[in-house]
């Protein structure tokens, strides 16, 4: 089974023209890890503590990236906005 990762522009929601395949995985570990890596990346050109929840949110919103795993496995999901979710509350300042 392959664990096929596109990436999307959240910039460019819904626009197909501007994904881009990332690669092939054999397994679905390491489809996610490659995902993660890329909303990592957004995340490791800010500061911690400096910006809200709904900033680094809507942040993310306009100019992350959204990978995704294209696979028949049904067992393997992922979602880049829930993940991003979870960084945004580790990045944001305490409220």
Known sequence: ????????????YEDESER???????????????CKKIVNEYFQK????KSSFDELWGGYMLYGEDPFISTTDPDCKF??????????REFSKQQ
């Open 20 to 34: 881009y395949k990332l690669g092939e995985f054999d397994s679905c570990d390491e489809a996610i890890n490659a």
């Open 79 to 88: 979602s880049a906005w829930e993940y991003a979710k979870k960084r945004c």
């Open 46 to 49: 800010l500061e911690r503590g």
């Open 1 to 12: 089974m392959k664990y096929v990762v596109y990436v999307d522009d959240n910039f460019h």
